[in-house]
């Protein structure tokens, strides 16, 4: 009992420091993503508490933070402006039409789950993804580099530009060697203070979160308790044509939503070697979103980048993202001060190592390993998340392996004939029978100059779908109008039950009541088990 208690004990220490490094990280992202979709910092932020709080209460992936992203932010830019050109510009219509259209993508993503749609995450293979690893830390990457030009898109230069490579590559060094020398200390919030307290002490003129948001046009961080949005009911009209705007934008926020953060549940299974559930994060997700479009945030989902530093800083459980989410809401409260002072470029380190933990380097080692139709997959997926989103590289991603499966599949169809001794030709099918080898499985046949009698034996075959069907019966009457008999044999009793709704006649050519010789099912598990194992190997 002394060792899981001094255990636990231990692990909520490393839980709570890694709490307070995602905190610190995720001030700037929230605030540059609030920039992003058009709307105040403080929305951005009361988002990332709001979700972050929720998700890593009730979520089904302990250790995972979920926060405003970039993702959807560049979704939302354009429903913000296409909302705010509906009412006078005073209004500011746009910002409420957000929060209607994000409470409602957390009704989709909540169906999602009751629906238990989170386990079609199985169907991404492993190359998309990798590939979509790669383009996420090519994202984080490039969105980083922003932090290196000024208030007019400028780059920095000269002692400016120097000055803020020296602290990132002073943050950088200090994550890299610290756990070198100890693995008690988080390197990422040790990283954090030593850089903070070299510009603050040394009073170096280098940009800051403060200075960052008031160059964005914010007033700070400093704000009050996130408070209920009546206005969506008055300034938002709940009719047809509310709905027939915001529905689009929220099925496409939901499915992004979604698809990143399941893929990244993925991600931090494989770090830590355990399993989430998935239908649980869809609910945790859908409810967070309802939550944060009544009380004025912009809405969010899993951050790749954040779980990471959490992760790799030592977060395990639901506490860090809890600490993460509450030290959050208490910079606004209290501290917006201090944390206006922490210098981006410590941030933006931060973020490098990330970006170096996250891309998979041994892509590049198995490139010439793995077939060419992977190597497609991966190249296109990285690309796509960057040129797009990670929605669309997703969805392709799965679609071209979904291609390449189904044409590897179609060239297996094979049929092996023989004729019997009362001059009955057999043709024994092996392989899957689906729209992509119909093609393959009619060339076997030669209807003109086969004899009266075809047995066709589907014992290594299965019919998988309607094209499946239709092939059958066109060569059923292909022979019967030829006045030849054919018999099918062998086929599984769903295989049976499909076409006998496509058809009676099929009643008349299936063999029934025979059982395959080639497989049968053991009765006694335990005397199958025993027998097994009195066979070498």
């Given at each position: 009992m002394t060792e899981f208690i001094r255990k636990r004990a231990a692990n909520a220490k490393n839980d709570i420091l890694s709490g307070i490094t995602v905190a610190l990280a995720l001030v700037p992202e929230a605030v540059a993503f609030a920039f992003v979709a058009g709307v105040d910092p403080l929305v951005g932020l009361y988002a990332a508490f709001m979700i972050g709080l929720i998700t890593s209460i009730f979520g089904g992936r302990p250790g995972m933070i979920s926060g405003a992203t970039g993702a959807l932010a560049v979704v939302m830019v354009s429903l913000v402006a296409e909302g705010n050109a509906m009412g006078e510009p005073s209004e500011q219509l746009g910002l409420y039409y957000l929060f209607a259209t994000v409470i409602l993508m957390g009704i989709i993503q909540m169906l999602a789950g009751v629906f238990k749609l989170g386990k079609f995450v199985r169907l991404i293979p492993h190359p998309v993804m990798m590939g979509f690893v790669n383009g996420l830390a090519i994202v984080i990457f490039l969105s980083q580099l922003a932090m290196f030009k000024d208030v007019n898109g400028d780059w920095f230069s000269g002692t400016q530009l120097w000055t803020m490579l020296g602290l990132v590559g002073l943050t950088m060094a200090i994550m890299f060697g610290l756990p070198k020398l100890t693995k008690k200390l988080p390197e990422a919030l040790i990283a954090i203070l030593v850089v903070s307290g070299i510009v603050i002490f040394g009073n170096l003129d280098v940009a800051t979160v403060g200075s960052f948001i008031r160059d964005g046009g914010g007033t700070g961080l400093e704000g009050g308790l996130p408070q209920f949005q009546t206005d969506i009911f008055s300034k938002?009209?709940?009719?047809?044509?509310?709905?027939?705007?915001?529905?689009?934008?929220?099925?496409?926020?939901?499915?992004?939503?979604?698809?990143?953060?399941?893929?990244?549940?993925?991600?931090?299974?494989?770090?830590?070697?355990?399993?989430?559930?998935?239908?649980?994060?869809?609910?945790?997700?859908?409810?967070?979103?309802?939550?944060?479009?009544?009380?004025?945030?912009?809405?969010?989902?899993?951050?790749?980048?954040?779980?990471?530093?959490?992760?790799?800083?030592?977060?395990?459980?639901?506490?860090?993202?809890?600490?993460?989410?509450?030290?959050?809401?208490?910079?606004?409260?209290?501290?917006?001060?201090?944390?206006?002072?922490?210098?981006?470029?410590?941030?933006?380190?931060?973020?490098?190592?990330?970006?170096?933990?996250?891309?998979?380097?041994?892509?590049?080692?198995?490139?010439?390993?793995?077939?060419?139709?992977?190597?497609?997959?991966?190249?296109?997926?990285?690309?796509?998340?960057?040129?797009?989103?990670?929605?669309?590289?997703?969805?392709?991603?799965?679609?071209?392996?979904?291609?390449?499966?189904?044409?590897?599949?179609?060239?297996?169809?094979?049929?092996?004939?023989?004729?019997?001794?009362?001059?009955?030709?057999?043709?024994?099918?092996?392989?899957?029978?689906?729209?992509?080898?119909?093609?393959?499985?009619?060339?076997?046949?030669?209807?003109?100059?086969?004899?009266?009698?075809?047995?066709?034996?589907?014992?290594?075959?299965?019919?998988?779908?309607?094209?499946?069907?239709?092939?059958?019966?066109?060569?059923?009457?292909?022979?019967?109008?030829?006045?030849?008999?054919?018999?099918?044999?062998?086929?599984?009793?769903?295989?049976?039950?499909?076409?006998?709704?496509?058809?009676?006649?099929f009643r008349e050519v299936i063999e029934e009541g025979i059982d395959d010789p080639r497989y049968h099912l053991a009765e006694n598990p335990e005397a199958f088990t025993k027998g097994l194992s009195e066979y070498k190997f």
């Open positions: 938002v009209p709940f009719n047809f044509q509310t709905l027939k705007f915001i529905f689009p934008y929220a099925l496409i926020l939901a499915a992004i939503g979604l698809i990143e953060s399941l893929m990244t549940l993925n991600l931090v299974d494989e770090l830590t070697e355990t399993r989430g559930n998935a239908n649980r994060e869809c609910m945790a997700q859908g409810g967070a979103n309802i939550v944060t479009g009544l009380f004025g945030g912009m809405g969010g989902c899993a951050m790749i980048g954040q779980s990471l530093i959490n992760i790799k800083s030592g977060g395990r459980t639901r506490l860090s993202g809890i600490v993460a989410a509450v030290l959050l809401l208490i910079f606004i409260l209290f501290a917006s001060g201090l944390i206006e002072q922490v210098p981006i470029a410590a941030l933006v380190g931060v973020m490098f190592m990330v970006v170096i933990g996250t891309f998979a380097w041994s892509s590049f080692r198995i490139l010439n390993k793995i077939p060419l139709s992977d190597v497609i997959v991966l190249v296109a997926v990285s690309s796509l998340t960057v040129i797009f989103d990670l929605a669309i590289a997703v969805i392709a991603g799965v679609i071209i392996s979904a291609l390449v499966f189904s044409w590897e599949n179609a060239k297996r169809i094979r049929a092996r004939k023989r004729i019997k001794d009362d001059g009955t030709k057999i043709y024994e099918i092996w392989g899957p029978l689906f729209f992509g080898s119909i093609i393959a499985f009619n060339e076997k046949f030669d209807v003109k100059n086969d004899p009266d009698k075809v047995e066709i034996d589907f014992v290594e075959s299965r019919v998988s779908d309607h094209s499946a069907i239709e092939a059958i019966f066109n060569l059923v009457e292909k022979y019967e109008a030829a006045g030849k008999q054919i018999r099918l044999k062998h086929l599984s009793e769903d295989c049976k039950v499909l076409l006998y709704k496509s058809s009676p006649k």
